[in-house]
């Protein structure tokens, strides 16, 4: 049982269990933030006893991240955060009811996956071909559909011959892809440039230090700024990747596998996407 009931005290200690589960380190970082955000949020209001916190405060962070314009999508995520955070305070004995369960998720629907027109992703493919490091981030993105983190996670041990060995990201399995020829010689040209490194993460900073998700985030939208594509995500590579392949005649079953969605039901909700976009004037075309 815990005795402390300090949140700066907790809040160490919760991410310390974490750690002993065997959490990925993006899982970590993530709750860390979202936590650090909320504990900040209680300071604010004078709070450092963590039994004195309530419903009405959790309730009235939420409200406030959406007034400072994070999505209902952000701040729902941040309370699940809270939730599992009060269920372990809960476990340890340190409060006696997890009332972040009577907080409700902000409603919001989900948009549909974005998917890159040729004209767009051309564009795209064309700015970053200026640096090779950005050229074989697009790429990689662009002609195999993993996650940002996953990407950020290659290490040079996991490109292979013909394909590329994704390792385990949160709860996703590891898994091999294949990579073409775009993305091997995207990865070649890069490595000619790569800075020395003790490090082997395959993408590094200047300093040879890895480069982390939010600084492939930064590099490939100023490359969508740079061509013009509004309100664009690195996540559309690879709504495009999947919306590419389908169109090319691979089985849902095939993709689901290629891409690590855990339902079917995730890889279908792009035939109908598919449908729209071979009525649009431009279409996919060939990546």
């Known amino acids: 049982m815990i ?8 809040l160490e ?10 959490k990925s380190e993006f899982t970590i970082i993530a709750y860390k933030k979202d936590l650090e955000q909320f504990v900040g949020f209680l300071t604010s209001k004078e ?3 963590i039994r004195e916190a309530k419903k009405e405060h959790i309730q009235e962070f939420i409200n406030k991240l959406i007034s400072d314009n994070y999505t209902k999508k952000s701040a729902s995520r941040k309370l699940n955060s809270i939730r599992t955070f009060f269920r372990f305070l809960k476990q340890e004995g340190v409060i006696d009811f997890n009332f972040a369960l009577d907080v409700s998720h902000p409603k919001y629907s989900s948009a549909p996956p974005r998917i890159f027109t040729k004209v767009e992703y051309r564009a795209l493919r064309d700015y970053a071909r200026e640096d090779a490091r950005s050229y074989a981030l697009v790429e990689i993105l662009l ?11 290659i290490r040079l041990s996991d ?8 390792r385990y990201y949160g709860k996703n399995p590891q898994r091999e892809i294949p990579l073409n020829t775009s993305a091997k010689r995207a990865i070649e040209e890069y490595l000619k440039i790569r800075p020395q490194s003790k490090n082997d993460h395959l993408f590094v900073t200047r300093t040879g230090k890895p480069l982390l998700i939010r600084n492939i985030r930064q590099i490939i939208s100023r490359c969508f700024r740079e061509v013009e594509i509004k309100d664009a995500t690195v996540n559309d590579l690879r709504n495009t990747f999947i919306a590419h392949q389908l169109m ?3 089985s849902i079953d095939y993709i689901a596998k290629l891409v690590g969605h855990k339902r079917l039901s995730s890889t279908e909700r792009y035939l109908q996407l598919i449908k729209e976009e071979t009525k ?6 060939e990546l």
């Open 159 to 166: 490109i292979k011959e013909n394909e590329l060995v994704v």
């Open 248 to 250: 090319s005649g691979a």
């Open 13 to 22: 200690r919760f991410i310390k269990n974490l750690e002993n589960q065997k």
């Open 3 to 10: 005795e402390d009931i300090f949140l700066p005290s907790l």
């Open 47 to 49: 709070i450092s006893d």
């Open 280 to 285: 649009r004037k431009e279409g996919l075309g």
């Open 143 to 153: 002609q195999t559909g993993i996650r940002i983190g996953e990407l950020a996670n």
